[in-house]
């Protein structure tokens, strides 16, 4: 996993970034056209760089040590509308079109469980 900033993002970008002591931001992902929080991935600087060029969605997988791109096995890809760094720079909102379901589980998003309502 790459912590130091890689050749093809942005340095504007790259300098904004808060990582985590892993090198990680959270990377929240809705659907671009209905403001749906569909899951919750992580990304280091070589994955949004990926994201950003291939226009779909690819995160840090930390149980696996590896990258991965969503739908890449199940075939419910994100095609990537719009990225956003919030103000903090700790995070980034990735706008998407997603085919089929978000979560690992089946489900549409992986925020289906309800704490309070």
């Given at each position: ?94 706008s ?21 309502s």
């Amino acid at each position: 996993m790459t912590t130091a900033p890689v050749s093809g993002l942005d340095p504007a970008i790259a300098a904004r970034l808060k990582r985590n002591e892993a090198g990680l931001v959270a990377a929240i992902v809705q659907q671009h056209d209905t403001g749906e929080v569909l899951m919750l991935g992580w990304m280091d600087d070589e994955a949004l760089h990926r994201t950003l060029t291939t226009g779909r969605g690819t995160f840090w997988s930390r149980s696996r040590q590896e990258y991965w791109v969503k739908g890449e096995t199940s075939g419910h890809r994100q095609h990537v509308k719009e990225v956003r760094l919030d103000c903090d720079g700790d995070a980034v909102l990735v706008s998407v079109d997603q085919e089929g379901p978000a979560c690992h589980t089946g489900t549409r998003t992986c925020f289906d469980d309800g704490l309070l309502s």
